[in-house]
């Protein structure tokens, strides 16, 4: 059974038509303990997940993604030239880790946050607490079906997608530099 996420990111660094265009990529540049300890011990390649846009207008769930791998080292904190490095950090004990993500579909449109604050069975959701900045947070399944409904995709399909997740292979890697924030 799938576990289900929620991955911001700003559409001006990497957007749901980015990950569509790519097909796959790497959600790197995470750089709070709390993250990357989910991705470490809680998601699992075939989890579920809604890219939702931040700092975007509006900001809302864009659409969703299938996690291809996780807890897979960050290569950003070894790259000296980015803003991202970690000098502490060691290739045999990283400190930062990322996950790959898949596209799976787009919503015709944003569901913005708005429209995720009015709709009562969304009312726990991590996101829509105050002084909630995390860039991956939990989702129940009944939290990622509801999202997934309002973006006009039906909860049965969403089922399905995660059923064939080990039957799916992506056709294209890419990675964009610091876009998990």
């Not at 490095?85 to 400190?95: C, E, G, I, L």
């Not at 790959?100 to 709709?119: M, Y």
């Amino acid at each position: 059974m799938p576990r289900f996420w929620l991955l911001k990111c700003e559409p001006d660094v990497y957007s749901i038509s980015d990950l569509e265009r790519d097909g796959r990529t790497g959600w790197d540049s995470v750089r709070n303990y709390q993250v990357r300890n989910f991705m470490r011990d809680d998601m699992k390649s075939g989890d579920l997940g809604i890219f939702y846009h931040s700092n975007a207008d509006p900001s809302g769930a864009a659409g969703v993604l299938r996690i291809a791998r996780s807890g897979l080292a960050d290569p950003t904190q070894f790259d000296a030239k980015s803003d991202y490095h970690d000098p502490k950090s060691s290739k045999d004990a990283p400190t930062w880790l990322m996950c790959e993500v898949e596209f799976l579909g787009r919503f015709a449109e944003v569901v913005p946050l708005e429209r995720l604050r009015a709709e009562k069975s969304l009312a726990g959701m991590q996101i829509l607490q105050r002084g909630n900045r995390l860039s991956i947070t939990p989702l129940t399944e009944a939290e990622f079906e509801t999202i997934r409904a309002l973006g006009g995709g039906s909860p049965a399909s969403t089922r399905a997608a995660g059923r064939s997740a080990r039957q799916s292979k992506p056709k294209t890697t890419a990675s964009a530099k610091g876009r998990a924030r």
